[in-house]
């Protein structure tokens, strides 16, 4: 039997099992209160087990999604997948048992209550898709399963949640709630950047990892943790959705996020992969850095560099990471002309973006991973970079010296007043007259002398032109 392993914060843990295509992910969105699993009328849509906190009245405790639960071999997928739900199982405090009411009880239910009696004591029945009168039958069925009174709900609906909460509250201790910390980026002042940056480092790193499908992204996670916790195998495409991984690196917390390969929108041509890049587009959005892995027997196919050009784009700080080096071994200078190229290929690909870090390992047998968390907690720095406002306008006047700006309508453009409004990516304000006639190639130029005098390579940089205001401008002209 299940003991129980509360997590270190004493928040009660959950997990939500069943055969395939009972409604689990359905119910965890429900619970979650978003759409944080991916739901779809197709079997065996979850695959890995993913973990987000969620609430029900005043119970609050962290759920557990699992793949659906089948009798096949350990060498097949679906076998992993089982062996992954059962893992889960040991971890929690107590287990929702779903079926399908209106399908009734099926074998594979019996099968997987008998081994459920052995290894767990806390087993709620729930049996969903219960609205209406289709789910009575099955209901009546769930009660031969040997866990006391099923629950009938709706998880698509919302119905019964009331009778799943009074069943919960008699398993898991209800948690008082902890205000929680506002996770967006703040466009803090210059006395407000030491409290900020002390915040952020309270906070979980938010570490994405995407790439194309079947280039390691796994592998890599799981040999970053010490252990498997995310499904692996020689079948591309395993993952599906977003799995989220809470882990500590050097006294740091870090949240791992492992995510669906996305192939070129040319060749998607199912909606469940539709949804599944989608959901990795989100994490892109939501992480502080993102891993872009490439395998290193086919660097930097275009949809690498779009994928990188997406991480940019959304200002997140970028780190290349190039898997399967131990491919590129046996020939040296094939090696050396294949980083050349990657190299080359970067610098081309994003100008405003210099000196992207790369990192070359085998996640297969860990040789060189140890070299990405370093450059990745660099990266984050840089990121997080804020320059005092005295400090950039003497860096202002030096480069209006060095490189005079443009003239316009005959008169020099002057830059009055420069500071830095955001971090997370350094984002400044350049107050100058006649500022749209500045011209994107001496803008360029300060963003380049910015990254080089300032240390800030491979994070983007934003540079946003305010024209100065002019005194007479609110004056009325005079009446002729």
């Known amino acids: 039997m299940a003991n129980s392993l509360s997590s270190g914060d004493g928040v009660p843990r959950v997990a939500i099992v069943g055969r395939p295509n009972v409604g689990k992910s359905t119910l965890f969105n429900r619970l979650v209160g978003s759409r944080h699993a991916i739901v779809d009328d197709t079997p065996g849509v979850t695959r890995d087990v993913r973990e987000s906190p969620a609430r029900l009245g005043d119970l609050k405790f962290t759920l557990l999604d699992t793949a659906g639960w089948e009798t096949a071999d350990v060498a097949r997928l679906e076998g992993r997948m089982r062996r992954f739900t059962e893992r889960a199982v040991d971890t929690v405090d107590a287990v929702l048992f779903l079926i399908d009411a209106r399908a009734g009880v099926l074998p594979l239910d019996e099968a997987f209550a008998s081994w459920l009696r052995k290894r767990h004591e806390k087993v709620i029945v729930v049996a969903n898709k219960c609205e209406g009168r289709a789910g009575q039958n099955g209901l009546a069925e769930a009660h031969a399963l040997g866990?006391?009174?099923?629950?009938?709900?709706?998880?698509?609906?919302?119905?019964?949640?009331?009778?799943?909460?009074?069943?919960?509250?008699?398993?898991?201790?209800?948690?008082?709630?902890?205000?929680?910390?506002?996770?967006?980026?703040?466009?803090?002042?210059?006395?407000?950047?030491?409290?900020?940056?002390?915040?952020?480092?309270?906070?979980?790193?938010?570490?994405?990892?995407?790439?194309?499908?079947?280039?390691?992204?796994?592998?890599?996670?799981?040999?970053?943790?010490?252990?498997?916790?995310?499904?692996?195998?020689?079948?591309?495409?395993?993952?599906r959705d977003s799995i989220r991984v809470e882990w500590e690196w050097r006294g740091r917390k870090i949240r791992l996020i492992d995510t669906a390969g996305m192939r070129r929108r040319s060749r998607i041509d199912h909606r469940l992969e539709t949804m599944?890049?989608?959901?990795?587009?989100?994490?892109?959005?939501?992480?502080?850095?993102?891993?872009?892995?490439?395998?290193?027997?086919?660097?930097?196919?275009?949809?690498?560099?779009?994928?990188?050009?997406?991480?940019?784009?959304?200002?997140?700080?970028?780190?290349i990471a190039v898997n399967k080096t131990d491919l590129l071994?046996?020939?040296?200078?094939?090696?050396?002309?294949?980083?050349?190229?990657?190299?080359?290929?970067?610098?081309?690909?994003?100008?405003?973006?210099?000196?992207?870090?790369?990192?070359?390992?085998?996640?297969?047998?860990?040789?060189?991973?140890?070299?990405?968390?370093?450059?990745?907690?660099?990266?984050?720095?840089?990121?997080?970079?804020?320059?005092?406002?005295?400090?950039?306008?003497?860096?202002?006047?030096?480069?209006?010296?060095?490189?005079?700006?443009?003239?316009?309508?005959?008169?020099?453009?002057?830059?009055?007043?420069?500071?830095?409004?955001?971090?997370?990516?350094?984002?400044?304000?350049?107050?100058?007259?006649?500022?749209?006639?500045?011209?994107?190639?001496?803008?360029r130029f300060l963003v380049n002398r910015l990254r080089d005098d300032f240390g800030m390579p491979g994070v983007p940089i934003r540079l946003n032109m305010r024209k100065a205001k002019n005194p007479y401008a609110s004056r009325a002209k005079p009446q002729r």
């Open 276 to 319: 599944s890049v989608a959901d990795t587009l989100d994490a892109i959005r939501l992480a502080d850095v993102v891993v872009v892995v490439l395998d290193a027997g086919d660097m930097l196919e275009k949809q690498d560099l779009t994928l990188a050009g997406r991480v940019i784009d959304e200002g997140r700080a970028l780190v």
């Open 147 to 239: 866990f006391g009174q099923p629950i009938p709900v709706s998880a698509e609906h919302g119905e019964g949640l009331s009778d799943l909460h009074e069943a919960m509250a008699r398993l898991i201790p209800a948690v008082e709630d902890e205000e929680e910390e506002d996770e967006a980026d703040e466009e803090v002042s210059d006395k407000h950047a030491e409290a900020a940056a002390a915040a952020a480092a309270k906070r979980p790193l938010m570490l994405a990892i995407v790439g194309r499908p079947n280039v390691g992204k796994s592998t890599l996670l799981n040999r970053l943790v010490g252990e498997e916790r995310v499904l692996t195998g020689p079948e591309a495409g395993i993952t």
């Open 329 to 443: 071994t046996d020939d040296r200078s094939g090696a050396s002309k294949a980083w050349r190229k990657l190299n080359d290929r970067l610098e081309s690909s994003f100008t405003q973006v210099k000196d992207v870090p790369i990192v070359g390992f085998s996640a297969l047998n860990g040789r060189g991973v140890e070299r990405l968390m370093p450059k990745v907690m660099e990266t984050y720095d840089t990121w997080n970079l804020r320059i005092k406002t005295p400090q950039l306008n003497r860096w202002l006047r030096e480069m209006e010296v060095l490189h005079p700006p443009p003239l316009a309508k005959g008169r020099r453009i002057r830059l009055r007043f420069m500071s830095q409004i955001k971090t997370r990516p350094p984002t400044f304000i350049l107050s100058a007259s006649q500022a749209d006639e500045l011209g994107k190639d001496y803008i």
